[in-house]
């Protein structure tokens, strides 16, 4: 069974940078997709950033240009770093994975961005 487990989050002043991490174990010997979505309360989810199994990377209009996706294959483990965020950055970020045609999502993590 696969498991996500994010970490990084917190309260940044705008302007400031934040790195979340996903950490997936089980066995994974590789994956359709990997990457970020978030949601805002009463918002619909919005893709932030996602990595395709041959390497691609797509990112969210909002967010091209200050985050950045990147993986460790050894540590099962993506990154989104996050730069230059703003107060419309603040809501909570799930890290996802696509298996075998079958999403699997991380329970969240909280973003806050101060003005």
């Given amino acids: 069974q696969v498991q996500l487990v994010e970490s990084g989050g ?3 002043q705008a302007g400031g940078s934040l790195r979340l991490s996903c950490a997936a174990s089980g066995i994974i010997a590789s994956f ?3 990457g970020w979505y978030r949601q805002a309360p009463g918002k619909q989810r ?3 950033a996602t990595f395709t199994k041959d390497g691609r990377t797509n990112y ?3 967010v091209k240009g200050r985050f950045t996706i990147s993986r460790d294959n050894a540590k099962n483990t993506n990154y989104l ?5 703003k107060p419309e950055d603040t809501t909570v970020y799930y ?3 696509v298996l075998d045609g079958i999403y699997y999502w991380g ?3 909280l973003v806050t961005v101060s003005s």
């Fill in 107 to 109: 329970k969240g993590t």
């Fill in 81 to 85: 770093e996050m730069n230059s965020l």
């Fill in 10 to 12: 917190g309260l940044v």
């Fill in 32 to 34: 359709d997709s990997m």
């Fill in 95 to 97: 890290c996802y994975l």
């Fill in 60 to 62: 969210g209009d909002s």
């Fill in 46 to 48: 919005e893709l932030v």
